[in-house]
């Protein structure tokens, strides 16, 4: 088992910055990547990032590219999302989620993931 925690929310005004923190504990060694999604009112939960732990290896959505950075902390089982510019549309529950295993069709589809968070609320006012 994984637990994960997220923390690092709130509420901010368009162009200011937020870190994200997602902290891992429990089974953390056998973690193949760690990916963050968002989910806003009324629509699906989203892909916003990915850090790949055998390499460090980042992916991004492109609503978000340039804009955040995902990176992480081994030695304190964290991983972070560093968001920079954020725009109203960035509001949302932020969630991290861990995939055990690189065997699978789409790291973007939240179904693939065997471990989450309880989210984090990010709200930006424009």
């Known amino acids: 088992q994984v637990q994960l925690v997220e923390s690092g929310g709130g509420l901010v005004q368009a162009g200011s910055s937020l870190r994200l923190s997602c902290v891992a504990s429990?089974?953390?060694?056998?973690?193949?990547?760690v990916t963050w999604f968002r989910q806003a009112p009324g629509k699906e939960r989203e892909f916003v990032a990915t850090?790949?732990?055998?390499?460090?290896?980042?992916y991004y959505d492109d609503s978000v590219k340039g804009r955040f950075t995902a990176s992480r902390d081994s030695a304190k089982n964290t991983v972070y999302l560093q968001m920079d510019n954020l725009r109203p549309e960035d509001t949302a529950v932020y969630y991290c989620?861990?995939?055990?295993?690189?065997?699978?069709?789409?790291?973007?589809?939240?179904?693939?993931?065997?471990?989450w968070g309880q989210g984090t609320q990010v709200t930006v006012a424009s």
């Open positions: 850090i790949r732990f055998s390499n460090d290896q980042t």
């Open positions: 989620a861990a995939l055990m295993s690189g065997h699978v069709q789409n790291y973007r589809q939240p179904g693939v993931y065997d471990y």
């Open positions: 429990g089974r953390t060694s056998r973690t193949y990547a």
